[in-house]
């Protein structure tokens, strides 16, 4: 178990570029979490994957945002023509589900800034 | 699921145990309790759930009031490195595949000062 991974750990782009994330959960999870954190605030849930389909999108996800799970392992989410609102804190969780409790394991993010 | 209110910041001493409240006055029966804490820059980090009873693992102890109404998140000596911001989140059990995000509040900023 090495932990959720998640890259770039940092990314600058200028405003109307696309910047696709990169999250790897833990080995066997079968539940995907992306949450957006900016500063001074708790994460927000933007989306979730159980197993490769993608169940569930917040308002918060616009439709320059997209993610992906193609094989139910690693998950990829991109932004489009990205705008300095965007700027924020991205959140990768994975889980097991089974039975009543799971627990979520957070990667350590991925901080963009748009100039 | 249920909101939270927790206190904005505190302070605890090197070594001391801190205890960090959290009202959750409105609990369903089927929602539990759970703690995560996210140090500077760093992505959350589980600490412990429960539903009802007292629980503890090697990183806190979890208090439960009898009518669930509110909770307390002790580490019991803690370290500078406890210095982070503690969320408490009331979730609901997984009956049925549901959603199952975590909603965050603000949370407790813990200082440890030595």
């Known amino acids: 178990d090495t932990g959720v991974s998640q890259n770039p750990r940092h990314k600058i782009t200028k405003r109307g570029q696309n910047v696709t994330f990169r999250c790897d959960p833990i080995?066997?999870?079968?539940?995907l979490y992306w949450y957006r954190q900016t500063l001074g605030q708790g994460p927000e849930f933007l989306t979730y994957f159980q197993n490769e389909a993608q169940l569930e999108k917040s308002r918060l996800l616009s439709d320059r945002f997209s993610a992906e799970r193609p094989k139910g392992s690693f998950s990829t989410l991109e932004i489009q023509r990205t705008e300095q609102g965007d700027s924020a804190m991205y959140l990768c969780?994975?889980?097991?589900?089974?039975?009543?409790?799971?627990?979520?394991?957070f990667g350590p993010g991925t901080r963009l800034t748009v100039l | 699921d249920a909101k939270t209110t927790q206190p904005p910041s505190m302070d605890c001493a090197e070594g001391r145990a801190a205890n960090l409240p959290c009202n959750h006055s409105?609990?369903?029966?089927?929602?539990?309790v759970y703690w995560y804490r996210q140090i500077h820059s760093q992505g959350p980090q589980y600490i412990i759930h429960?539903?009802?009873n007292n629980e503890t693992n090697e990183m806190a102890s979890l208090i439960i009031t009898e009518d669930r109404k509110s909770s307390t998140l002790i580490l019991p000596h803690a370290t500078l490195r406890d210095t982070a911001v503690y969320y408490c989140i009331v979730r609901v059990a997984n009956y049925g595949g549901s959603q199952g995000n975590l909603i965050f509040g603000k949370g407790t900023k813990l200082s440890v000062k030595p």
């Open positions: 409105t609990i369903s029966g089927n929602e539990y």
């Open positions: 080995s066997e999870h079968n539940r």
């Open positions: 429960g539903l009802k």
């Open positions: 969780a994975s889980t097991h589900l089974a039975g009543l409790t799971d627990t979520q394991y």
